[in-house]
């Protein structure tokens, strides 16, 4: 049996306790996290947990209402007398004991409610902070392309992702995934297009410049192809250099025929890549074309400069009236100076006087 004392301290805390559960009730259903959960169409192990948790928090009211109706009647109780007898301090004995337990149980419920509404306003939170960027980049993607007078279809798809993101977050906070990286990535690539779009519109006068400046290049090589062919054929035998073509003019007529601004800036953008693109491999190519035709022009060149030096070196060695290396190197000499040349009969002539001219040295 409580003492007189015991039961006064007992009453105060209780009091007490009962004005911090009604404090932290109150509390409860102004949390964000409580109207989140007790407005929505909940899923998932959100629903899982606030399935329990609801009930806990229905019952602590029904537990609070049942806590202050005991602590008026103990007070009632306790005021009798000033002095409680026996009967007084048994019954006020059990009614303090069904009180404490009473509050223990409500602040295991709390707790728990507590904790659940903890979790899930920091999931929301989290999801929020990570979704309302991707809101603001959409936004300005989206008054970007509208800038620019371009359809963006992704940007349609982004915000329908974005909205399943959300109700998804709303629905199941405590398990709803990250939007993650993909949809960063996404506006992101439709950023990069929307700018580059606006680089080739401000651009364009430049562009155009360099495409023209580009393909006159490849004229110029054209040219020189032409006339390099011209002496190919005619001082070199079988060149097998591959038929003449002139890719300036259907370049200079996609030039002339780029789309327009007006409602076609995707189109342009598009073109001149293409053209940019087309016109480089056609100078790579000319350049190529070229180096080919010259290049059996040069290599006669280094025939001849091979074979003087072989003659030269055969005279250091005294080898000079050798009529069997005499005769090498005038068939050699011949088929180099011969209009139009052999190169290959003329390669094989030079290496032939090579080899007479180390059997010579090494006494064979």
């Not at 259903?29 to 989140?36: I, K, T």
């Not at 360099?210 to 001082?235: F, N, P, S, Y």
């Not at 953008?269 to 056609?282: K, Q, S």
Request: hydrophobic content about 45%.
């Amino acid at each position: 049996m409580l003492t007189v004392d015991d039961v006064d301290h007992a009453l105060e805390r209780l009091g007490a306790d009962s004005d911090r559960i009604a404090q932290a009730l109150v509390a409860m259903e102004d949390r964000p996290g409580h109207q989140l959960l007790a407005g929505g169409a909940l899923t998932g192990v959100t629903e899982q947990r606030w399935g329990v948790a609801g009930l806990a928090l229905g019952g602590l009211w029904d537990d609070f209402s049942t806590h202050r109706t005991l602590l008026e009647q103990a007070r009632a109780v306790r005021a009798r007398r000033s002095r409680p007898g026996d009967a007084e301090l048994t019954e006020l004995t059990a009614q303090i004991g069904k009180l404490s337990s009473l509050s223990a149980l409500m602040d295991t419920a709390c707790t728990m409610v507590t904790e659940l509404l903890d979790a899930v306003e920091a999931a929301w939170r989290k999801g929020i902070d990570e979704l309302d960027p991707l809101d603001t980049d959409l936004r300005a993607a989206r008054t970007f392309a509208e800038s620019l007078g371009v359809e963006e279809p992704d940007l349609d798809r982004i915000a329908d992702e974005l909205t399943r993101v959300r109700n998804r977050l709303a629905a199941d906070p405590l398990a709803a995934p990250a939007p993650g990286r993909e949809l960063t990535e996404r506006i992101a690539a439709v950023q990069t297009d929307l700018t580059a779009l606006a680089a080739a519109r401000d651009s364009l006068t430049e562009q155009l410049e360099r495409l023209g400046a580009l393909i006159d290049e490849i004229a110029e090589v054209g040219t020189k192809i032409r006339a390099a062919h011209v002496t190919v054929l005619e001082k070199i035998a079988s060149p097998g250099l591959a038929p003449l073509t002139d890719p300036v003019p259907a370049l200079r007529s996609r030039l002339a025929g780029l789309p327009t601004l007006s409602g076609q800036l995707r189109e342009l953008a598009t073109a001149l890549d293409d053209l940019r693109g087309d016109a480089g491999e056609a100078l790579a190519d000319s350049r190529d074309r070229l180096a080919s035709a010259t290049g059996l022009l040069d290599r006669r060149l280094e025939l001849r400069g091979r074979l003087d030096a072989y003659h030269a070196k055969a005279r250091t060695l005294g080898y000079a009236e050798d009529l069997d290396l005499l005769a090498v190197h005038r068939e050699a000499r011949v088929l180099l100076y011969t209009i139009p040349c052999d190169l290959a009969a003329a390669t094989r002539a030079v290496k032939r006087y090579q080899e007479a001219l180390q059997a010579r040295r090494e006494g064979r």
